[in-house]
């Protein structure tokens, strides 16, 4: 058997014991969907949303990119929250980073990657941002997660400022804003920030006649 179709031999056999244990497990999805969460996370292939969060298909909006950037010209990332926000109007958004993240290792680093330099660009301003919070920290290792945290910090931040989420908390009262930390060591997610819909920011960032 070649490795790709290991996955889908897998894939029949989660399939059978889905409809084994609950008989009606794709019939009620087919249709509609209604998650409360949007999910925006790192691609690294070990932090899998749903398995992390014990959510089911239907429950998890997800959107994951390198190092969990919410960049304010990313059309896909815009796509997805003004669907999620606006069509399922989903309760909460969440930002999950995780511990020892290479996106977050690499914008460290000097090193040329060639396009994803462009992408990176955007954590090497969340640490020029706050450089002086680096000044105690000696192993590069605390300086990743430092600025692991800091990073995702920063992206709750970057999702309070557009427009959609503006609009939605003036309208609608929601979504809440969440920013988690994923352990790899141990599987658990540590909150670190919430920011609860309708949260004051600089005026400069409000808009008139959403
Ligand atoms: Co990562």
Redesign the pocket.
Known sequence: MKPYEKLLSHNKNWAKEKVEKDPNYFSRLVDIQTPDFLYIG???SR?PSNEITGTEPGELFVHRN???LVVHNDLNMLSVLQYAVEVLKVKHVIVC??YG????RAAMTKQDFGIINKWLRNIKDVYHIHKAEFENIHSEEEKVNKLVELNIQEQVMNLAKTSIIQKAWKTDNRPDLHGWVYDLHDGIIKPLLEIPAKTKLDDLYEFDNL
């Not at 993240?101 to 977050?104: A, E």
């Open positions: 790192c691609s690294d932090v390198v190092a969990n980073g995780h993240c290479g996106g977050i």
